[in-house]
């Protein structure tokens, strides 16, 4: 079948325009401010067979593009018994999803008896329980602190509500009574979407509507490909830093080779960091997504469905902390780790379209959120919130000041919406002045605000970035200013966060502040070469002090007023023309994150001895419990596990990587064969592994290679196939 221009132009409109319409209706009975408000969410279209996208509504975040695809491709492969009216939840990060708080409801849709697409959207949930209010847990080291975690399960089935599924979603989370209404409203989006689509293939009938579906995905293919036929066939390099993870204070490095080859790109991050101990994991559908909308940032104008994507190949990062597995803990990949993958896309990207690129955002949504009772309403609340912040300078202009994060759209919740539902008043929400990175187009700036309890007792936690260094600039340009948090207390005490931008459960009451400074976005250009009258109008509009504008720009005023000294500027500029020599204390941000980063693990691999020997005191202690409390085997198994997999990462990162082997060893022996033991076979296996530590630690071993090494992990084997045999 052939579709004319117009009937196709009128499908891709109609497929879009249902999207649409479940965006709009989400919204409108959502009752979280952060759907309904912030417009944390998104609706789409999938196809019936494989899940591929379709179309996804023009209001949805866009870092939800690729990681919708997953979660509904995950779904397709555990459903059964499928029905009309069914509906599932998921929010699995490891199954297509982010972080825990995105919680997505996927239906299938039916034409004549047959699974014709499916629907799909993902709303951010205030709260899905886990150790803090809220879910970002910054010193979480595993995926069960941040909450309830869902396997793809029917919510409804044949459009009646599971009670047994609502009960233990609500028994898991808090302020569990308004999620009800989050979870109708996202219900009733996708029953909007399901009579939209039927209402178009009625009109059009379904083979029509297969065939432009499948015709639109064939021309996104072509015009993606036509799009990088205008980069330079090569390999591009960028890189970029998380500042810290929110346990360990080191930063993260991602690495990213961009290869253009044959008409189509391939991403490379496998010399980034390895897995973090900390929230600050990715998965891989988030890694794969947020490279997805960093292209969609170069090439605004092409449409959004799987065929736009199809010209580009993400090598899975495996080993690294961009491709986190079970329990890696994750709140903060989406909404942090993404921008920073975007940004090192930009970075690398730059030397090959530098017409086309810019300097780095703001790249961090500032979430806070504060969770605790409100005497004067007798209830609990959940307060999230997220912020603007300054984006990078470009061959167009100077960047935007207070604009959303690079992932999606989303809007600061009105402060008055936030003042009405909960007991805080803002005292202030103005431009971060200075925080725009100085350059020929410097960066837009962030924002300051103030948060003061007015009554009640709460905690707040936050993980945000750019607390160490600010984002890059580009070309000459500057970097952007930093992320700032303080709690002023009510009693003349100021609190800063160790990890900057990152902590949990910081308790607070009437009379006590939150003060939050975003980032400015990095400047473009050599700012020498800025128009000294555009330098002139940010110091009239209090963006940089004088002494900013000459020590920045190399802009010298008169005496009186705000006018350029001519002869003064250009004398300036023309004396700062050949850049001084770079000293040890001028090292490049990438320089001194690695210093730094080399530093931190060094000094702790030297002290690393006892960390070691605590665990095994754990793990047999735990030993102990396990055989003395049958009817608390698994869980004290899990505990087992636990610290087996904490081992395995804390090995290579701390450069001993034997005790990662043996931790390796003994965390893949008890997943895959823990509960089945008996309990000989796996006291002697725990044991082994137990010893195996202390002649690590007796004898010095820390080369894998090495023979001592190899004959005692060749020990440890022959103990594990002993027991085994026994068993």
Known sequence: MSLDPITLT??????????????????????????????DRSDGIYAGADGALVAQGDLGLPVFVGTMQDSTKAVIARAKDLAPGDVFIVNDPYLGGTHLMDVRFVKPFFHDGKVFAWLANTGHWPDVGGMVPGGFSARAVE????????????????GRMDP?????????????????????????????????????????????????????????????????????????????FVDSDGVVDAPLKIAMAVTKQQGELWFDMSGSSPPCRG???????????????????IFPDLPIN???????????PKGTFLYAEYPRPVSGCAAEVSQRIAEAVFAALTEAMPDRLFAAPAGTSGNLAVGGGDPDKGRSYVMYVISGGGYGGSPAGDGLSNGCSTIGISKTTPIEVLEQRYPVLFEEYALHEGSGGAGRFRGGFGVNYRIR??????????????GREGPLGALGGRNGGVNKVAIEFADGRVYRPEHKSKDQDISIGPGDVIAVSTPGGGGYGDPLLRDPQAVAEDVRRGYYSRRQARALFGVAFRPRGISVDVAATQALRKKRKT???????????????????EAVVDAMAADFAPTVAAYGAKIEQTLTAWRAEPGARAARLGEIRRYAHDLKGLGPTFKQPVIGAIGASLNSLILTSGQRLDERPLVRIVEAHCAALDRVLADGIKDLGSKEARAL???????????????
């Open 279 to 297: 929230p600050m994991n990715s998965v891989i559908a988030t890694t794969r997504s947020s490279i997805y909308l960093a292209m969609k940032h």
């Open 164 to 240: 047994e599924i609502l009960s233990i979603i609500l028994s898991n989370i808090r302020i569990a009574d308004q999620r009800i209404g989050d979870i109708k409203a996202q219900a009733a989006a996708l029953a909007v979407g399901e009579k939209r689509l039927a209402a178009l293939i009625a009109r059009y009938g379904a083979g029509t509507v297969a065939e432009g579906i499948a015709e639109l995905r064939r021309r996104a293919a072509r015009l993606m490909r036509a799009k990088l036929a205008t980069i330079p066939d090569g390999r591009y390099t960028g890189e970029a």
């Open 306 to 316: 799987a065929g736009t994507f199809e010209p580009l190949h993400v090598i899975e």
């Open 579 to 597: 850049p001084p020599k770079r000293t040890a204390g001028q090292q490049s941000y990438i320089e001194r994150a690695l210093a730094r980063a």
């Open 143 to 158: 995926v069960e602190q941040e909450g309830l975690r869902l396997p793809p399960v029917k919510l409804y089935k044949a």
């Open 10 to 39: 009128v499908l891709h409109n109609g497929l879009q325009q249902v999207c649409n319409e479940m965006d709009l209706a989400f919204v409108r009975s959502a009752f979280s401010p952060v759907i309904a408000e912030t417009l």
């Open 453 to 466: 309890m007015r009554r009640g007792e709460a905690v707040a936690s936050m993980v945000m970035d750019h």
């Open 713 to 727: 992990l060749g020990r440890l084997e022959a103990v594990i196939a002993e027991a085994a045999a026994a068993e």
